[in-house]
Each structure stands twice: as structure tokens, then as C-alpha cells.
């Protein structure tokens, strides 16, 4: 078997107040969780309208209003089909943003990544990692963990239905750890801001590090914390200044959301910063989410993936895996 034998697909999907989660969606994804409940409108609503206002704050020149750009999202999801016979199975989502100029007319492609949700990463983390480590003392990783699923992203990354529909490689921009400590460094980005640097590599640099993504850490300003940027080629060359903040203003208006303690802080990261899920000194914002109940969730599907994806395709995808040059 060669990368040739997998074929992917891709849907788009507006992310609007009007927005309805697929029945393929990740439940625990971020956008999906907004968009349940009573308050699913308004969620919605709210986080579109934090994302415009943190974007124009950011793109301040020509700007004297703060209105002259808003958004527009798209939900890209990636089905693979493993045998080539048209079944398929649901592999990642990611989001896509535009940017509207709204002095000038024009529609600008933004960065495609930004959010990234993965049902095999769910496998990974919820039944490879947490089986390997039950009734140890000391945590350990198993062998070859997240080799698979790196191979699975570059290999999307790669394929033509990618080069078809994207013309830069993806941005994915995560939280930063609450178990590491960032230092600040005098390097600073006109849009990313100021760049830190972690004390040592974490579980979820090394498994990007499988998809072929390294990490940058960058605090924009106005800021609570350092946001991490994960790419694979020149994260301040490659990407114009509004791509930049298209991405910034879509994953830190999620990360408030979802991370309020750290990200929506009433004190900002100084030069050394230890991330704290616990800190009570943060503000909440107008948006419903439950926590607790995504983490439940990202297990029951963890094992959705080991029924429907690992077992009946374990033997083409060791195969696959084990011979791809990727």
C-alpha cells in the first residue's frame, strides 16, 4: 500500500448564528459546543461579534471607526476513505476564515487550521494513552504514539483535494499548557506581539510534531497570555498581517470562552508565566459552555474511533502507516 491508496474528501459549512452542528461533527468541538443548548443563537452571536471587535482592534490602521473588517467563518471537514469502495469516515475539522474589507469591497482568504479537531487524536489521548497508562506509577507514553494520526494529517496536507482548495499550509493556534512555565522573550511581532518560550516540550508539541507542525508561542497585544502557533513553514514570513489576525481573533475570542482563567485573565502574562486553570481572578464571558462535559465526551468518542475506524481498518492501516514515507 502507498499514500496514493487513501482518498479525502472535504464539506464546508458556514459558521453563522445560524449554524447547525453536522451529524459527522465532533460534539466536543468548539464550535459545535456553542452551538447546542437554549442559549445556541446567542452563543453564537456573541462569539462572531468578539471575533469582529478583537479583529478590528488588532487591523487599527485605516480603521479610525474599528469596523472597517469583520469575518467570515467556514467549517472545513475531511473524510477519508480507506479501501476506496465511497465509505467514509470522518477524520478532521478544521476552520477557514475570510476577511471583509468593508472600505474597499474586497474579500481576503485567511489562514485555513486555526481551530483543529481530530476523532483519531480522541482515540489517541482517551483510550491509547489513558489504557497504556493505567496501574502505572509513572506516567509514560506508549511507542509510536500519534505516528498514525501525523501520517494521516500530512497525508491530507499533501493530497491534491488540499492543493485544490487551500494555497497555504495550515495554522493551527492552541492554548498554551498549564503544566509548563513561558518566558518572555525581547522578540516582538508587529501582529503576533511579544514571543515566549516554554521551560520544556510538552505531550501536545510532540504529537503535532508528528504532523509535520512546529510551535511558536506569541503574546498579540491587549492580550492575557501567549497564544501557541502551530505551522511548518515560516509563521512570520509566509502569512500577511491580516491572515495573522484573522487567526488571532477567531482562536482568542474561542479560548475565552473555553479558557477563561487564562485567556480572559484580569491580570496579563508577565515576563515568566505558569498558565493557571484554577485562577479565580478572570472575568466570564456571555457565552454557555460546559467543560466538564466535553471532557466526558472526547472518551465515548475515542472509543466511537477504535469500533468504527481502528478495528475494521487495523491491518491497511499498519500497513499504510508502516510504509509511508511521510
Given at each position: ?11 464546508s ?70 479501501e ?43 483510550v ?64 503576533l ?15 503535532f ?15 492575557a ?43 496579563a502574562?508577565?515576563?515568566h ?54
Amino acid at each position: 500500500m502507498n499514500k496514493t491508496d487513501f482518498t479525502f474528501s472535504i464539506n464546508s459549512i458556514s459558521f453563522d448564528e445560524n449554524y447547525q452542528p453536522s451529524d459527522n461533527t465532533r460534539i466536543t468541538t468548539n464550535f459545535a459546543n456553542l452551538a447546542r443548548g437554549e442559549k445556541r443563537q446567542d452563543n453564537l452571536r456573541n462569539a462572531l461579534k468578539m471575533i469582529d471587535n478583537r479583529f478590528n482592534a488588532l487591523a487599527s490602521w485605516d480603521n479610525a471607526n474599528g469596523d472597517r473588517y469583520s469575518t467570515e467563518l467556514n467549517i472545513i471537514s475531511v473524510d477519508i476513505d480507506v479501501e476506496g469502495n465511497g465509505q467514509t469516515f470522518p477524520t478532521i475539522e478544521i476552520l477557514k476564515n475570510h476577511i471583509v474589507d468593508h472600505k474597499t469591497g474586497q474579500r481576503i482568504e485567511g489562514i485555513v487550521g486555526n481551530n483543529f479537531s481530530s476523532y483519531v487524536r480522541d482515540y489517541d489521548f482517551s483510550v491509547i494513552l489513558s489504557n497504556h497508562n493505567k496501574g502505572r506509577e509513572q506516567f509514560s507514553i506508549p511507542d509510536n504514539f500519534g505516528e498514525l494520526h501525523g501520517k494521516l494529517f500530512k497525508s491530507f496536507v499533501n493530497s491534491q483535494v488540499y492543493k485544490d482548495n487551500f494555497k497555504k499550509a495550515p495554522v493551527i493556534c492552541l492554548s498554551v499548557s498549564d503544566s509548563k512555565t513561558y518566558f518572555r522573550s525581547e522578540n516582538q511581532h508587529p501582529i503576533l506581539g511579544y514571543e515566549y518560550q516554554p521551560n520544556e516540550s510538552s505531550l501536545t508539541e510532540q504529537y503535532f510534531a508528528k504532523m509535520g507542525l512546529k510551535v511558536r508561542y506569541f503574546m498579540p497585544a491587549n492580550s492575557a497570555a501567549p497564544l501557541a502557533f502551530y505551522h511548518s513553514g515560516d509563521l512570520l514570513n509566509d502569512y500577511t498581517n491580516l491572515e495573522l489576525i484573522s487567526t488571532i481573533s477567531t482562536m482568542e475570542t474561542f479560548q475565552k470562552i473555553y479558557r477563561p482563567e487564562i485567556y480572559n485573565a484580569n491580570a496579563a502574562a508577565g515576563k515568566h508565566y505558569k498558565p493557571n486553570l484554577k485562577n479565580q481572578d478572570h472575568s466570564l464571558t456571555q457565552i454557555v459552555y460546559d467543560r466538564e462535559e466535553r471532557s466526558q465526551l472526547a472518551v465515548s468518542q475515542g472509543k466511537f474511533v477504535e469500533e468504527h475506524f481502528i478495528k475494521p481498518y487495523n491491518t491497511l492501516l499498519e500497513q499504510w502507516s508502516a510504509n509511508s514515507p511521510l
